[in-house]
């Protein structure tokens, strides 16, 4: 089955440090990728909306020069927290979409960031 | 945009009991309706999902409904066992290019052995 994962899955920081997260679709070709993030006991906020070859598309809200989504190949998508800040901590899960119908949505195992 | 809303937000029943939760959206374009299972700390897995064109679907003790007219779907669980205490996201998207999901906000299920 299709599978993606996601590394690290947990990582702590000093506040100003960046971290980059990567997501990789490890058995198919995922055209788009999907950045989210969850705060404890709420649903999944989309952050934006990765794109192989091109810009990213940004949710309303969502500083697009603080988290900086690079998709350089069919096969992976990163998020690099830039300038990370204690309100930056949360639970990061990417989703990447197969390529072609029907185009189901399968989740990364996700990371915890911890910004101390 | 899309916006989903789901109810229950926490439901507790009783094991072998059914379990029912609802959701509605709002954009009449959106054609795709999955529902995934979060266990704590850990991905959302894809359980079971639906399309516009279809008005139910089962897979063993899952089964979804969905009422285009009324823009409401819902998952329904029987013969409720404790591993399938979770929480379970509906989520709504239009089959485009993207299809970026909406989600609901997430029901809380617990199952009493």
């Known amino acids: 089955g299709a599978v993606v994962s996601q590394h690290p899955s947990r990582v702590i920081c000093k506040s100003g440090t960046s971290v980059k997260i990567e997501c990789r679709s490890l058995?198919?070709?995922?055209?788009?990728m999907f950045w989210y993030r969850q705060f404890p006991k709420q649903s999944l906020m989309l952050m934006a909306t990765?794109?192989?070859?091109?810009?990213?598309?940004?949710e309303q809200g969502v500083e697009k020069d603080k988290f900086l989504i690079n998709h350089a190949s069919l096969t992976l998508s990163t998020l690099t927290v830039t300038s990370a800040h204690p309100e930056d901590s949360s639970f990061y899960i990417c989703?990447?979409?197969?390529?072609?119908?029907?185009?189901?949505?399968?989740f990364g195992p996700g990371t915890r960031l911890t910004v101390l | 945009g899309e916006n989903v809303e789901q109810h229950p937000s926490t439901l507790s029943v009783q094991e072998g009991d059914s379990a029912v939760i609802k959701c509605t959206y709002s954009?009449?374009?959106?054609?795709?309706f999955p529902w995934y299972k979060q266990e704590l700390g850990k991905r959302p897995q894809l359980i079971i999902d639906?399309?516009?064109?279809?008005g139910e679907k089962k897979d063993q003790r899952i089964a979804v409904t969905l009422n285009k007219t009324a823009k409401h779907f819902s998952l329904h669980i029987t013969e409720t066992q404790p591993e399938d205490s979770a929480v379970y996201f509906c989520?709504?998207?239009?089959?485009?290019?993207?299809?970026?999901?909406?989600f609901g906000s997430g029901t809380q299920l617990t199952v009493l052995p």
């Open positions: 989703s990447a979409r197969e390529t072609g119908a029907p185009g189901t949505q399968y």
């Open positions: 639906i399309r516009s064109n279809v």
């Open positions: 954009d009449s374009a959106s054609n795709y």
């Open positions: 989520a709504a998207a239009y089959s485009g290019s993207a299809r970026q999901l909406t």
């Open positions: 990765s794109n192989e070859g091109s810009k990213a598309t940004y």
């Open positions: 058995d198919f070709q995922a055209t788009t």
